[in-house]
């Protein structure tokens, strides 16, 4: 494959998320230069929440935003500087603020059924001159031609990439595989893809988006994200290279800033296990888990037999309250067979 | 998907290399009532190396051959046992004996280029009666073309499974479907795949083999096996419900069973790090990585552009005389450039 595939790199973003938003300036500089002297394209450093995230709901992160996108924007050579904004969670002040600090690339995220809020933040970025992404998070809540909707909608508002963001790491390779080929044939943007692991599919899944036009896909160092992590950067260009497709990313640079910088920096494995995979297979949100447990004790139902119904609901955040008449069906349904 | 995918666990018997063929019977007993339990079809059971291996060049077992297949046998209710046999280091008294024990399938296992050595194991799989499988080593090693050609002999053979078998975890999705769609075509067999999980295409490419018509496919709890791991039996398992794709396997079973009885029973992590990245990424084996190191070190180049210049030669083991040579021709190479 000719074309050159465009990473963005997640490990100082998503990454947040598995350390609890508790990189040091020191770390973020260290796996800035790393990366950037590894080749990637584009290094996403914010909150996991994005501009504004820092907060008692979301966690405060120990380094101030202006910090985090400063240390990050002063130690790379090449690569550009990405920030996540979240409409609602951040503003366009602080996507005005990352700018000033440097940052040359933002990707605003909604829900993806959501894509309306996103208009005055993509418009924001364009009018700074940012590279402009649309980023539709929980992809596997829409069919893919609600979801072709949703991006027909960014790309009216000028995003210039829209990717399909697989927050739960719940797409198979054939759901990536219709969501990515919808886009290319009807979008006129640049495409992306932002996996996750827990059915442990992220590399695969990012390969298949490849394949079906693809032109951007995030990844971080050893996986570093939420829940079962992203798209390891070093397995991703490993196979990326097994199949000849081109990208700047130099492998054994990557493998040892994965083996020799990350992994000692994790504060608990990042890894697939039962609970990360259980929300990769019913695709619900973590937030749910602990209501289904107490139901479920209650009731007396598997916990996971309550996730699984909620997932097929397509609930939302917010809707707990749903628990306890799933359980109560359940164990209803149980007395009967 | 309508037909029934054949689940092979191999956790007891590619498991045993993870745990230095340490297994205890009771920790047999425990593994095999849980997996029989979940509803999985075969339970293989031998030291890692098959029928034989017990030796102090393959590592002795904890428990002898006998003790291993007996225990197997006595803890299922529904699942076949199954051994594997490597021509050479097994015999075909060795099956006799397995076969005497309760053992009900065999998988003759090759070099993906040396099915010759496989015929008179495999007849004599057929004349016990047994469910004989051809199991076809390190296939990355070979063309699909000459994959077909070795499995063909196989065929002729009798066996009446023959798999595609990813013994480094080097097979792209891409290969893996040339493969599989290549034996679909051309064989009357049944057709199985066998993943590792160096490149984390694990549980994909067994996706992908069964799409293109695989019946059976391996797995192990937590992916227990050699190197970076098989594809894990429940993160499989749930990408097959997922996908809508029948088996005989409860989720939740083997989920449990991998968390609280496999993960404690490890004695290191079995996950994807930088060597074994490194070996899905050459495909070669593990034995000359000691030799790489040492000759990377003399003539100063990188142990890991040592093997991958091995891998592209197809060395198979016992060649490890090469890498000087290869040593001193890549540092003249760094010194003229």
Known sequence: MTKKIIIN???LRDGMHAISHQYSVEQIAELTQLLDDSGVDIIEATHGDGLGGSSLQFGLSKESEDDIIRTTVENVKNAKVAVLLLPGVGTIDHLKNAHNLGAKVVRVATHCT?????????????????????????????????????????ESYGAETIYVVDSAGALSMDDVRQRVSLFKENLSTKIGFHAHNNLSLGVANSIVAIQEGADRVDASLAGMGAGAGNAALEQLVAVMNKMEISHNVDLFKVMDAAENVMKPMMVRPVQIDRLS?????????SSFLLFAERAGKEYGV?????????????????????????AQELAKENQMT
């Open 114 to 154: 959501e894509a309306d809020v996103s208009e005055q933040h993509i418009k924001a970025g364009l009018s700074l001159g940012m590279d402009t992404v649309g980023f539709l998070m929980m992809s596997h809540r829409a069919t893919p031609e609600n979801l072709l909707e949703q991006a027909k909608k960014m």
């Open 302 to 326: 598997d916990p996971r037999e309550i996730l699984m119904r909620i997932g097929k609901m397509n609930a939302v955040g917010g809707q707990e309250d749903w628990i306890i008449g799933i």
């Open 277 to 285: 995979l259980m929300l990769g297979y019913t695709g619900v949100y």
């Open 9 to 11: 790199d997640v490990t």
